[in-house]
């Protein structure tokens, strides 16, 4: 009898620590298919979108069911803060798996889920978004076609710790 109760208990505290593991991961209710990180399952393959011309590892993709529907959600974790208003970089990141969700399993994503260290925040999958991305993929591959391409350097944090400073032609901000 002492020992069903103890397995009972037992039970009752693996269910407990694993809801408090999945509120820290930032993840909905709902069935992780696939994870980067390796604490859910072994990493996979990255996803492959020929259409888009793009290809990654979302952290994790979770299949929610919201408004009686099954859909596939990205969630891209940052270990950082939030800042207080999300990095162009971790929408467009964002917005690429959800490219390569559509593409892979025929489903649009409404949205993704942006998870910091202090928050979630719930990226909606819209047109815009798309465009974004899109057009920002487009940008990256004539740059790597082009025969030079100027450098940015309006971070002066980012160029302080570049690590082609010392081959840097351009003016460097200090």
């Not at 999945?22 to 996979?44: C, K, N």
């Not at 888009?52 to 270990?79: A, H, I, M, W």
């Not at 100027?150 to 081959?167: E, F, K, S, T, V």
Request: with cysteine; aromatic share 8%; net charge positive.
């Amino acid at each position: 009898m002492l020992a069903a109760a103890m397995l009972v208990l037992l039970g009752l505290f693996l269910l407990w620590w694993g809801r408090r593991r999945r509120v820290a991961t930032g993840l909905p209710a709902g069935d992780v298919i696939y994870s980067d990180t390796g604490l859910w399952q072994e990493v996979q393959q990255p996803l492959l979108s020929r259409r888009f011309g793009l290809v990654g590892r979302p952290d994790y993709l979770v299949q929610v069911k919201e408004n009686g529907k099954q859909t596939t959600v990205p969630v891209e974790v940052k270990s950082r803060r939030r800042p207080s208003h999300p990095l162009d970089g971790h929408i467009l990141q964002l917005g690429a798996y959800c490219l390569l969700v559509e593409d892979h399993y025929k489903q649009k994503p409404p949205y993704g889920l942006l998870h910091y260290a202090d928050a979630t925040l719930r990226i909606p999958f819209d047109d815009s978004l798309r465009h974004a991305v899109l057009d920002t993929a487009d940008a990256i591959r004539r740059a790597r076609r082009a025969p030079d391409v100027a450098r940015q350097h309006d971070d002066p944090a980012r160029c302080r710790g570049c690590g082609y400073a010392h081959a840097c032609g351009d003016q460097a901000l200090t």
